[in-house]
C-alpha cells in the first residue's frame, strides 16, 4: 500500500511518482507518506486529478 499508480523517470535520471486520484479523490495516509519519502529522497511525487495538473507539475523538469 502507498505505492504510486504511475513511477517514471524525468529528464536528468530524476524519479518521477504520480499518485492519481478522481477530482474529489483523497490520499491514503500511506500514499502521502509514500510520496513524502519519494520527496525527500529527491524525487518529483505529485498527485494528480488531471492531465493538465500533471503538464504541470512536471512542466518545469522538462524545460531545463
Do not use: T
Not at 16 to 27: I, M, Q
Amino acid at each position: 500500500p502507498g505505492l504510486p499508480d504511475v513511477l517514471g523517470v524525468l529528464p536528468g535520471g530524476i524519479l518521477l511518482g504520480v499518485e492519481v486520484k478522481a477530482p474529489n479523490g483523497r490520499l491514503s495516509p500511506a500514499q502521502g507518506a509514500f510520496l513524502e519519502a519519494l520527496r525527500g529522497a529527491g524525487a518529483v511525487a505529485v498527485v494528480a486529478r488531471s492531465a493538465a495538473e500533471l503538464d504541470e507539475a512536471i512542466a518545469p523538469y522538462l524545460r531545463k
